[in-house]
């Protein structure tokens, strides 16, 4: 997030949204309140989707799992690894590295409470996601002190592939 920052800095020169996708909300999340902190204008509005609430996080590490567990374990939780993925190994074993890395950041993510955000925050979700349901969705809630807004489309952890007309 602080290397997010600095990428970016002095680029917040007219209003801006932020939105993450599963890890993706938890960084945009840090970077709203880390632009609070720097005293910078807050986003207008944080969207998440596919993903726990910071402060409500449970998981269960996995990235260090031996390669048939984690494969396992992957698709149990967040809907597996496209089908084109497992199907091509060389593309696998390229894919497999970046994909313990980013679970490894995940697993290693402490959320530490602040004031809730000023901005709004609307939290989408997929209906059949094994892991993130509408009641931690809801949950992002307690998190701003502005509005807030859900909506589930059908779908799995990555119901924004499948529905990405309604969802856009």
């Not at 600095?6 to 909300?25: E, K, M, T, W």
């Not at 910071?54 to 031996?66: D, V």
């Not at 396992?72 to 496209?82: E, M």
């Amino acid at each position: 997030v602080e290397q997010l920052g600095a990428a970016l800095a002095g680029s917040h020169d007219r209003p801006v949204a932020l939105f993450g996708y599963s890890l993706g909300a938890l960084i945009a999340f840090e970077y709203a309140r880390t632009l609070r902190r720097r005293g910078s204008a807050a986003p207008v509005r944080l969207l998440v989707a596919a993903s726990e609430p910071p402060h409500k996080r449970a998981n269960e590490p996995i990235s260090h799992l031996p390669r048939a567990d984690f494969l396992r374990a992957i698709t149990q939780r967040y809907d597996g690894i496209p089908k084109p993925i497992l199907d091509d190994p060389e593309l696998l074993e390229y894919f497999l590295p970046a994909l313990q890395a980013d679970l490894r950041l995940l697993e290693s993510y402490r959320y530490e409470a602040e004031e809730p955000l000023a901005c709004p925050i609307t939290a989408f979700g997929g209906t059949e996601d094994p892991r993130v349901h509408r009641e931690q969705l809801d949950a992002w809630a307690a998190l701003t002190s502005g509005s807030f807004r859900s909506r589930m489309f059908p779908g799995g952890h990555f119901f924004a592939g499948s529905q990405r007309e309604a969802f856009v």
